[in-house]
């Protein structure tokens, strides 16, 4: 929402907490709201009261202390008030902050200590942080420090990295975890611009989601400036023995040593990757793109940091195979930093809008074929995941209210959400679809939208214009409704079709294992492949196609993943070695929930899931700890 809007909705409350919820229909603040380009959203995620004050710009001062695990410093909050607005309290997110002293300031230069009131924690959304400020206060500056078990950040002893010899740390602020290492308004309506500096290990490089010079001095004092309003969760920071290697003059990759050549081949498509998503939805906005691989426990495939792509180094397969994944968050520099989700349940407009840029962006660089099998594969995950979801959960539009936001990352999301783009490029055709879609992100650049905006967006520009194709488009249905709705796009893939037809041939006992025509098989056909076998399968036949393939050897970890899940539910013994090794060597949370879900059903396999997280559980980050728990019932 732009400032100007807010006047007239001053009194409109944000933060459920703060004060219960929507004006009543009809209020002034209600139709101001409802006439601007963007609604304010409640975001039932947050404290913060960002309708009376609103933090416009951080500036942030670490140190980075890696013998107690902690993060020490200042945060400098620019703030707002709507015009005639006298707000005195500032209501901020925090969860495990040690707050040490909070002073405000009316014009950055002499300082007063403010009172502050921290309230006890809750477990999902943290602790209201309220801070009392004089009327005319423009800055609040709050010195904290991180509690070694902050959510959002993790410190790697050496032995967890590549290198071996130093320590590392990384972020994940998505989706309310940058509450965990900086107080702030955290809610991804609220953006903002930030500057910082960041002391560490004079050995060691730091790195954010902000200006990156990749021939910065090693010299333990780094200085970084955002100057493009983000939402809070894309805030995000790295620290280790890090170096750089370009692939382009605007693109590279930032990794500990021992990673960063090979990671530089395998990404080496990135400037086509983002030519082409500029000549379909508009320039890339963000100056640099460059793309940090992590410590294998990053517990995600990637994450769309601004300019600053965190990833997996899963991904590094040796063939470019597993690259889906760096144009995916490249896509989300339109579809998610550029515009955002408003609230955490509009999150389906950035993954699902991004899921469709990424196989457009694939279809570009590597073909169609490529790209049809990314989308039926999507289909296929789609459909199993949906099999055991409630009915609640398979809305776009999902009600989180009470929930972790955490809880709506599905495939819903993604692969619906795709599904419903793909649908309108299908109707519509491409040339107007891509043209509704460089108008929209032209529109709402830098701005946090509910799904509310967009489909009145889409309405008025896309579906109104032409009604006889907008009636094939059930849109309530697609948003509000579960399923998959009837008329939904068939992603279809030939080179799938054959797969099959090999696959049948090998299980009617035509030919042996060896003899599957999958010489020229990409990783997309052999996950196919491995997805369409009967489950169980059986020792024989797993170990047929083992002896054929090795597939217990492969280094592919989407293969990996998939064939330790079929080995789980046929007893094949002679794979249980690589489990274990996959389990300790990664933290991505993709394989080891499927993995550790799949062990616990039967009594033999939850002791060996329990003698694997044992081991592994130090080494996950938080957010996977605190899945793996839950799913192995760890300390009840
Ligand atoms: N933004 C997400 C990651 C995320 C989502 C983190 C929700 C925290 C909460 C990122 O863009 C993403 O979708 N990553 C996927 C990979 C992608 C290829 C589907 C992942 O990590 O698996
Ligand atoms: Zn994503």
Known sequence: MRYGELAAAAMMCL???ACGGRPSAGSPAAEAASAATVSAAR??????????????????????LFDRKVLRGTATLSLERPPGGRATRLVLDTRN?????????????????????????????????????????????IAYATRPEASGLQWLDPPQTAGKKVPFLFTQSQAIHARSW??????????ITYRARVRTPKNLLAVMSANNDPQVARDGEYDFEMPQAIPSYLIALAVGDLSFA?????????????????????????EEMIRAAEELFGPYRWERYDVLVLPPSFPFGGMENPRLTFATPTVLAGDKSLVALVAHELAHSWAGNLVTNATWRDF??????????????LERVYGTRRAEMEAVLGLQDLRKEIAHLPEKDEILHIDLSGRDPDDGATDVPYEKGALLLRQLEETFGRQRFDRFLRGYFDHFAFQSITTDDFVRYLRANL???SPELASRIPVEEWVEKPGIPASAPRPHSDAFARVEAETARWLQGKIPASEVDAGAWSTQEWLHFLRALPVPLGSERMAELDRAYRLSA?????????????????GYEAAYPRLGEFLTSMGRRKFLKPLYEALVKTPAGKERALAIYRKARPTYHPIAVATVDKIVGWGT
């Open 43 to 64: 975001d039932v995620h947050s404290y913060a009261n960002p309708a009376e004050i609103r933090v416009r710009h951080v500036d942030l001062d670490w140190d980075v």
């Open 97 to 141: 902050l040690d707050i040490e002293k909070v002073e405000s300031s009316r014009d950055g230069s002499t300082w007063a200590n403010a009172a502050f009131s921290l309230a006890a924690p809750e477990k999902i959304f943290g602790s209201a942080l309220t801070i009392t400020l004089p009327e005319d206060s423009t800055r609040v500056r």
């Open 246 to 270: 370009p692939v382009s003059a605007r693109a590279g990759v930032w990794a500990e040593r021992p990673v960063v050549e090979g990671a530089a081949r395998e990404f080496a498509d990135l």
């Open 554 to 570: 492969s280094s592919n970890a989407e293969i990996t993943n998939q064939w330790l899940l079929m080995a789980i539910a046929s």
């Open 463 to 465: 579906l109104d214009p």
């Open 348 to 361: 389906w407009l950035n993954e699902g809008m991004t899921v469709y840029i990424e196989r457009r962006i």
């Open 182 to 191: 900086i107080p702030l308004q955290d809610s991804p309506q609220v953006r």
């Open 15 to 17: 933060a459920a907490a």
